[in-house]
């Protein structure tokens, strides 16, 4: 199901933005550049119920062929298994167009699921932005 079908479903209007432009603020993510990349800041808990709202942001970063993403998990306090669907997903979309997809995680449990899932390998978790912007320059 898209983002569209899912806000349908749940009687939510969906305005995607524009092509190359970022999406408003929401509950659950903010997007920013930071020297030319896109930074997309996950809050509180991403699970099915707020994931395609942070789904919008994602999609945006990711749209654009050469996208340089940094997904910043640092803000989220839970996250379930649709938002590990999700962090595979933007990455496919970024590695698809050329891009590059960073994660940035600090918290413990996190990490433990990670690890766990076998995604620590594959998204490699950095602890700052700054740490992320350094490695994709």
Known sequence: MGVHDANAALGQR???PLLGQLP???Q?????LARGVTVVEIHAAIDLGTVTEVQVHTDAATALPGAQ???DLRPVEFFDCSALSLFCRTRRRALERGGHLALVCVRPWHLRILNATGLSEVFRPL???????????
């Open 69 to 71: 993403v940094i997904v």
């Open 24 to 26: 408003a603020p929401c």
């Open 14 to 16: 969906y305005d995607p």
């Open 127 to 137: 602890a700052t932005v700054e740490d992320a912007l350094n490695r994709a320059h």
């Open 28 to 32: 659950h993510a903010r997007s920013y």
